[in-house]
């Protein structure tokens, strides 16, 4: 099937062998940190005996694991679209890799032989302030592992800088905006690429903003004269830590506009509210971060509404562009319900339901109410489990070829459901118990709020149960070589 | 209705909505139409999408901005009960002497050591309010209790091993024309 797999992404066997690393990986990782996950809902249900300290270093990894890893997914379905239109360096690529691993074995080793559970938010001064419970070298184990992936990243953006601004001239235009105001727009002009230069404005700054704080708190740990500024340090952290997670969702969406137009045989090209909806959120990612400091009142006035004004309008790109967008490409289209197609709107489903909660969680009056409840978990896995990790299953599940034309496998969808429902139940179970006040990162929960735990404990049994299924069937298919690099015989 | 049921209740019923059109768009993708029949018809709706979302922002932005729902943090008036809350690993201390309902009292919330969350939970469990308790930093949350009883500080800022340990109750006394 050409028209699904073109010619022009047909990898060479070196380019295969690193793609593959990535998407194993992040398969494997996944699973894993979906485990820490169920044991520490089970924990808060009373059904599974786990100690407040180990509890607490779960969480950690979970949340440093799950936001690292959906970047390492997401960058290998930018890298794999991006380079059919410039050149992306293999070398880098695999140091990104490379650096990535390693800054995992720290934040393993940092968390888990360390006892560092100071959370993937590293808040100043928690990590150097633990009462004894860990110390200060493991909070700096800890820091130096993101050091490490944040170099990876970075390099890898700039990487993909080198290359877009060698085929486009600079980021602007690859990026769109000489088409904001006027001019015939280039119909021709790839929507990854748009992507793209958004994630590489936005992300270095991201990461760039994460190594001045990570830099910081790493002299502050071993010179302690060195007095940080409590909520200067909370700005910066959440600045990087919001831009880092967003961008992530930016670089997998890439597969939901180079993929859903194949399976429903309908282009889906650049247009000036597309481009003005990735210009927008390229400023509003950067700025839009002051809404996770409504809670600190020291802050000035304005940030606060800042906060809340520019969490409102960067929903608007969302509903309006892209999921609307991919609503329009399937409407009567014809489409064939393949796996891929079917995880693709599962994932348009979740970023626009999920970023409803989300969107009230940012005015000021109800985030009096909501702020650090499990109301916010609750949010946030709903466009994380049920809108990014679609993406990039899906994105898998194409590579391996094998729900093009053939029939799906019976197991393949009757995973896929079992995800959608444990999944949904998963994430209203969050947002239910943040309807009843329900404290986030507590280990131990009271008992009207343990009913909760354990309905979300047997959805997230399901859902892992359809992610081995799903890891499984694509880690076979990416290791036997996909339909993408070897068009199956007989064709 | 709590303010959290209302909160709730939205939430579903705009998720609910979004899932209807989702499916409501599945329903009809069998079918095959002219694409650009149907991206003349989207484009135009898109419109109306647009512009309704934008109203709807404006709307519940200017609603719910004023009166702005911080308490004013440099203010010369004084409330009439002030009440001192320091946050420590992994305790609340906090300024003893009655609180009475039915008279704003500002807690003027601070931490001695890291982050901690100051959040004032009803009898019932209920989230009434918070602010940051940060070290170096004093936020001052203006609260007032409209009933007697007995409240609870939760802690709602992850703060170390015994984070979720930090709880501390106090009592709300009837006010003085309430005694009367
Ligand atoms: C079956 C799947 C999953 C389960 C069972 C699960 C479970 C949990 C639990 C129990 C918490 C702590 C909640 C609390 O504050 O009490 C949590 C936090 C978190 N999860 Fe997940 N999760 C899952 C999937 C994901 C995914 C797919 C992502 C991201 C891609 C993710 C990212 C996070 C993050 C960033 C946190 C915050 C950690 C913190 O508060 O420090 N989770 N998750
Ligand atoms: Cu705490």
Same mark, same amino acid.
């Given at each position: ?161 080198? @290359? &877009? $601004?060698? %085929? !486009?001239?600079? /980021?602007? *235009?690859?990026? =769109?905006?000489? #088409? ?71 670089? @997998? &969406? $890439?597969? %939901? !506009?180079?993929? /859903?137009? *194949?399976?429903? =045989?309908?282009? #889906? ?71 891929? @197609? ?11 339901? =999920? ?137 | ?180």
């Amino acid at each position: 099937m050409s028209a699904l797999h073109p010619g022009n992404e047909i990898l060479p066997p070196r380019e295969r062998g690193a793609l593959t690393l990535y998407l194993v990986t992040t398969l494997a990782l996944l699973l894993v940190l979906m485990v820490f996950g169920l044991l520490m809902r089970m924990a808060q249900g009373t059904w599974l005996h786990v100690p407040p300290t180990l509890f607490y270093q779960l969480m950690t990894a979970h949340g440093a694991g799950m936001v690292g890893t959906v970047a390492l997914g997401g960058s290998a379905v930018m890298w794999y679209f991006l380079r059919k239109y410039v050149s992306l360096s293999l070398p880098i690529f695999l140091t990104n890799y490379i650096l990535f691993m390693l800054g995992a074995v720290l934040l393993l080793a940092a968390t888990f032989l360390g006892h560092y559970a100071g959370g993937w938010t590293f808040l100043y001064p928690l990590p150097v302030k633990s009462m004894g419970i860990w110390s200060v070298g493991a909070a700096a184990l800890f820091m130096t592992g993101y050091l490490l992936i944040g170099v990876g990243f970075l390099l890898f953006y700039l990487d993909a800088m080198r @290359a &877009v $601004i060698r %085929v !486009y001239g600079n /980021l602007g *235009r690859a990026l =769109g905006v000489q #088409w904001l105001f006027g001019g015939i727009i280039d119909k021709t002009h790839p929507p990854t690429v748009v992507a793209s230069a958004m994630v590489i404005i936005v992300n270095s700054l991201g990461i760039l903003g994460g190594a001045v704080v990570l830099v910081m708190s790493l002299l502050n740990a071993y010179a302690p004269e060195i007095v940080l500024s409590a909520l200067f340090v909370k700005n910066l952290i959440y600045f990087f830590g919001h831009v880092f997670i967003n961008i992530s969702i930016y670089m @997998a &969406v $890439i597969a %939901v !506009y180079e993929l /859903l137009p *194949r399976y429903t =045989g309908r282009p #889906w090209g650049v247009s000036r509210p597309f481009l003005w909806g990735w210009a927008a959120s390229t400023v509003m990612v950067l700025i839009v971060y002051p809404h996770h400091l409504l809670m600190d009142f020291a802050m000035p006035r304005w940030a606060a509404v800042l906060g809340q004004i520019i969490s409102y309008t960067s929903g608007l790109p969302v509903f309006t562009v892209t999921a609307y967008g991919a609503l329009t490409n399937i409407y009567r289209s014809g489409v064939r319900w393949r796996l891929p @197609a079917m995880l693709l709107i599962l994932s348009m489903f979740g970023w626009a339901a =999920g970023i409803i909660p989300a969107i009230i969680d940012a005015t000021i009056s109800v985030n009096r109410v909501m702020h650090n409840t499990l109301w916010v978990p609750g949010h946030f896995h709903f466009y994380l489990l049920l809108g990014v990790l679609p993406m990039l299953l899906a994105f898998m599940y194409h590579l391996i070829g094998g729900e093009a034309d053939r029939p799906d496998r019976g197991g393949d969808r009757s995973a896929f459901a079992l995800y959608v429902l444990g999944g949904l139940a998963f994430v209203l179970m969050f947002l239910a118990g943040g309807h009843a006040s329900v404290p986030r990162r507590w280990a131990v929960h009271e008992s009207g709020w343990q009913f909760y735990d354990q309905v979300a404990s047997v959805a997230a049994a399901v859902v892992i149960v359809a992610m081995l299924w799903f890891t499984v069937r694509l880690c076979r298919g990416l290791l036997h070589g996909p339909a993408a690099s070897a068009p199956s015989p007989g064709r | 209705m709590s303010f959290q049921d209302s909160i709730w209740l939205t939430t579903l019923v705009g998720i609910t909505g979004v899932a209807l059109v989702f499916l409501y768009v599945i329903s009809q993708s069998g079918r095959q139409e002219e694409p650009s029949a149907v991206q003349a018809r989207a484009y135009a709706l898109r419109r109306w999408v647009f512009g309704g979302l934008i109203a709807l922002g404006v709307v519940v932005t200017g609603a719910s901005l004023r009166p702005f729902p911080i308490a004013p943090q440099h203010t010369l008036q004084p409330a009439p009960q002030v009440i001192r809350v320091v946050g420590h690993q992994w305790d609340w201390q906090v300024d003893s002497g009655p609180i009475q309902a039915g008279i704003p009292v500002a807690f003027e919330v601070t931490s001695a050591d890291v982050n901690h969350g100051f959040g004032i939970y009803d009898a019932d469990g209920h989230l009434l309010g918070q602010s940051q308790a940060m070290p170096g930093v004093t936020n001052r949350l203006v609260h007032t209790f409209t009933q007697p009883g007995k409240y609870r500080i939760l802690c709602l800022e992850y703060c170390g091993l015994a984070h979720h340990g930090m709880i501390l109750e106090f009592d709300v006394v009837a006010g003085a024309e309430e005694q009367s």
